[in-house]
């Protein structure tokens, strides 16, 4: 986790010097920067309209190139990165061609988009029954290009597939619909305006979209109410005001005012005949066209720094970061755990299957935990004496989000947004890099699974998964190395009460238990102890795999031999016996397994810490000579076969005793003396 933390901040870096390293290119070839500002007199007729469409100002009449260059010096100044941006913009909409347009089937579905939405504008051109459309295909395609870059959508609505709703609202001939919200409150009343011009042109439209959306903007002439509207208002701490000598706002600035309803007002100010200019001053405005956004903590002169242009999605994004609300928030932290989590396609090292295998194992997880981490903070922000900590948060993140910093930040943000083959491509051959260093990282100590092929490794995870179907509680979890030691056990012992008397092992400790051949008539056989493995038998209906008290196994000894078995190991041992008496020629066992058990059995020797017996309590049936026997961490020893599917089955605990069998014992108990075999022997016979 935090290796991959460390390359994509690793990443964030690399994108940052790459933006410094292209801005150090374009000066080199041009000589200048992109906030260095460009005189609007020196610009094409051409580039002059492409401004003043971008900025959202209507230009219908104006034929003389200086009449032009006014109004886009009265809309603001202008910089070489917006225009930079603009000719951009225009080239990809003449590529990309008409914009897409909804197409409404009938009345409920134009009152879900339209008039339920209530958060954005909508132009809507209604086409009346055996009528044609007010504007024609070509006029609309240019219609909706223009006005789909300040985030209005369109959509055509035909009479003919709901005749009724069309008279119902009165529109009897083929006619423009605009919708806009009319109050400055989340999700207000929506107002349907009808175009009633005479003139069908794309340019008078506009011009007639600008003057309806400029209504939802308080426009102010006095100083007076300038002062009124400058005091510190709790309601609205945020104000984004415009200070411009022009007839209406902008159509990106009126625009904007919609996106950020409830968060940010937005107030005009129309200086062409401002009665006091002292006024001004004593508020900070130097000059005018001015952009200021008015906080609690102090003003900010939007456009002073690096990629701060007079378009919608420039404003968009530093508002967003000055005053984010929830979903911005989570759309951020999901992009961010998305990156993470495909740096494991770069950092897991082995075969191709694998590293997507884990790719999508890590984004189900990732995505999962961010979608619960959420519940509870959705939970939080709904608690009204949390205001003051959501308030200070909020302030803090102005204070950061003001900063020159921040506005490189964004700068970036733009441009990479705008040209995401270059972030996907950077962020590939990052990943490359990654892997590349981990490859080499990891050579010294490279495991056997890092360099299995792809149907290799299939073939281990099929086989991890039948061994997951078969024995779901053997193959979730690692045996840990003591119980005492390992807290997590306790949470999992909790979390699943129906396996208290089941541990979650693994049956990988089955490879390293002793294993030899018993030898009929050698050191191994025991002559007076033939019954010593039984004497340590604690009451088999006890299911705790704890060992039992010392004080209790002398006198559970002398009347459990009819119950130091119980049903499950009848059932093993069954099974074991029959598959043992027909390998009894050759006791090994034909696996990978069972070749290291043979090499570990080939010992002459009784182990020293195994109680010395004749008897096997699983299958209940005397030890024969060069039968594989097998130990248990207690002490008690048992056929190979028998005490094998004895544990594969899921029961991790000595039959005799009931001590974990993969836990070791500190203290092994001695063998006790013959006599007192001997006298045990007696009894149980």
């Known amino acids: 986790m935090w290796l991959k933390l460390f390359f994509l901040l690793l990443y964030f870096i690399v994108l940052f010097m790459l933006a410094r390293i292209f801005e150090a290119v374009v000066w080199y070839e041009t000589g200048v920067f992109a906030t260095q500002l460009v005189d609007p007199v020196s610009l094409s007729y051409k580039k002059l309209k492409t401004i003043l469409e971008c900025r959202g100002l209507a230009y219908a009449g104006l034929a003389e190139k200086k009449d032009v260059s006014q109004l886009v010096e009265k809309s603001g100044e202008l910089t070489h990165g917006e225009l930079y941006s603009a000719i951009k913009k225009e080239n990809e909409q003449t590529e990309a061609g008409d914009a897409s347009s909804t197409h ?247 075969a191709t299957v694998k590293r997507f295998v884990v790719l999508i194992r890590t984004l189900g997880t990732y995505n999962s935990i961010l979608l619960v981490s959420w519940l509870p903070f959705l939970a939080l922000l709904q608690l009204s004496y949390l205001d003051t900590l959501y308030g200070y948060s909020l302030k803090l993140l102005r204070y950061a989000d003001t900063t020159t910093l921040a506005s490189v930040v964004r700068s970036d943000w733009t441009f990479y947004s705008s040209h995401p083959a270059l972030f996907l491509s950077t962020y590939l051959a990052h990943g490359l890099l990654v892997d590349y260093f981990e490859k080499k990282r990891r050579c010294g100590n490279r495991s056997q699974e890092d360099s299995s092929t792809n149907l290799e490794w299939l073939a281990s995870l099929w086989e991890w998964y039948t061994s997951y179907l078969l024995h779901p509680i053997a193959s979730l979890q690692q045996v840990p190395s003591d119980w005492e030691d390992d807290p997590s056990f306790l949470f999992e012992r909790l979390a699943f009460p129906d396996l208290w008397l089941r541990p979650l092992v693994s049956v990988d400790y089955i490879k390293a238990l002793p294993a030899w051949k018993f030898r009929r008539g050698g050191a191994d056989e025991p002559e007076e102890e033939t019954d010593s493995c039984r004497s340590d038998t604690d009451s088999s209906e006890s299911s705790d795999c704890a060992p039992p008290p010392s004080g209790q196994r002398q006198e559970s000894a002398r009347d459990g031999d009819a119950r130091s078995v119980d049903s499950n190991a009848e059932r093993a041992g069954a099974a074991a016996t029959s598959s043992r008496r027909r390998r009894r020629g050759d006791a090994d066992i034909p696996s990978a397994e069972g070749v290291a058990r043979r090499e570990c059995g080939e010992r002459s020797g009784w182990p020293r810490n195994i109680l010395r017996c004749s008897e096997c309590v699983v299958c209940l049936e005397n030890f024969v000579s060069e039968e594989l026997l097998m130990g248990l961490p207690c002490g008690h020893a048992f056929h190979q076969q028998c005490i094998v599917v004895w544990l594969n089955a899921g029961r991790h605990c000595c039959p005799v005793c009931r001590w974990p069998s993969y836990k070791k014992k500190q203290q092994q108990q001695q063998p006790p003396p013959p006599h007192v075999h001997g006298s045990l022997s007696s009894e149980t016979s």
């Open 104 to 350: 409404f089937s009938g009345e409920m579905h134009f009152y879900e988009l339209v008039e339920d939405t209530k958060d954005g504008i909508w132009l809507v051109q209604v086409i009346a029954q055996d009528r044609e459309a007010l504007l024609s295909k070509s006029n609309w395609g240019k219609m909706v290009q223009k006005v789909s870059q300040f985030g209005i959508r369109t959509g055509t609505f035909n009479c003919s597939h709901d005749h009724r709703s069309c008279i119902r609202r009165g529109w009897q001939r083929s006619t423009l619909v605009m919708s806009v919200p009319q109050t400055s409150a989340s999700k207000g009343k929506v107002m349907l305006k009808e175009y009633d011009g005479r003139r069908i042109e794309p340019e008078l439209i506009f011009r007639w979209m600008t003057s309806q959306m400029s209504h939802r903007i308080k426009t102010l002439c006095h100083s007076e109410k300038l002062l009124e509207e400058w005091r510190p208002d709790p309601l609205h701490p945020l104000k984004m005001f415009l200070f411009a000598p022009l007839p209406q706002p902008p159509v990106f600035f009126s625009s904007l005012s919609v996106k950020f309803t409830g968060r940010i007002e937005f107030i005009f100010v129309d200086v062409s005949h401002w009665d006091n200019r002292s006024s001004l001053l004593e508020i900070g405005v130097t000059q005018s066209p001015a952009y200021i956004l008015k906080m609690p903590e102090g003003i900010y002169h939007y456009g002073n720094s690096t990629g701060e242009f007079l378009s919608v999605a420039a404003m968009d994004t530093f508002l967003r970061s000055v005053q984010p609300e929830v979903n911005d928030l989570f759309v951020l932290s999901l992009v961010l755990i998305n990156l993470l989590a495909w740096m494991d396609l770069f950092i897991t090292q082995g």
